[in-house]
């Protein structure tokens, strides 16, 4: 049960996400709902399914556990460290500056490393099912964007070397919040110390 939920919370938060990729389809709705009613039906929806997923995965975790490799233990200390550069890309993607102008897409780099760790480090089934499919989304998107025609990001000015040194001191914090209370208060799984 807890697996079904997962999977249709990700068809809900990935399928919206995958709408933003078609922008023909996507320049119908927002012609039909305006732009407001258009960004409110996406909020909702992906709001819904990451309560979706939430609730899946914590059912799932719970009750249908189902381990498809044992990972080894060096995966999660590995993770742990990578974790960090991740999610500065996240936060480079909105504090732009040089980091921004190399990678272009400094979120879907993010989350893709994101992603990819989650999977290396984790075997069981429901979270393949989930990181595989982030990463899965992610690559798609990135591919998407060199076919587009418009930046498919907002405008946000870009700066240099100080909105770099920006972007890693709140990720620093961001990773730290992650790690010592996210993780283990929300998630269930501490990471630190483990």
């Known amino acids: 049960m807890g697996l079904l939920i997962l999977i249709a919370g990700l068809v809900l938060f990935l399928g919206i996400h995958v709408l933003t990729t078609l922008r023909a389809t996507r320049a119908s709705v927002i012609a039909r709902l305006g732009d407001g009613g258009y960004k409110i039906l996406y909020s909702l929806v992906a709001l819904a399914g990451i309560a979706l997923i939430a609730w899946g995965f914590s059912l799932y975790r719970a009750t249908g556990w189902i381990n498809v490799w044992y990972p080894p233990v060096a995966m999660r200390h590995i993770t742990l460290a990578l974790m960090l550069p991740a999610v500065i890309l996240v936060v480079a993607s909105y504090i732009r500056g040089n980091i921004y102008s190399k990678l272009k897409h400094p979120m879907l780099a993010g989350v893709k490393l994101w992603a990819l760790l989650h999977l290396l480090a984790n075997g069981d089934l429901g979270s393949i099912i989930l990181f595989?499919?982030?990463?899965?989304?992610?690559?798609?998107?990135?591919i998407s964007l060199k076919r587009r025609?418009?930046?498919?990001?907002?405008?946000?000015?870009?700066?240099?070397?100080?909105?770099?040194?920006?972007?890693?001191?709140?990720?620093?914090?961001?990773?730290?919040?992650?790690?010592?209370?996210?993780?283990?208060?929300?998630?269930?799984?501490?990471?630190?110390?483990?």
């Open 132 to 142: 595989g499919s982030v990463l899965a989304w992610a690559v798609y998107d990135r």
């Open 149 to 194: 025609t418009d930046p498919g990001a907002p405008p946000i000015p870009v700066g240099g070397v100080g909105n770099d040194l920006i972007a890693v001191a709140v990720g620093v914090v961001v990773y730290a919040a992650l790690a010592f209370a996210f993780h283990p208060l929300v998630i269930g799984v501490p990471v630190i110390g483990v």
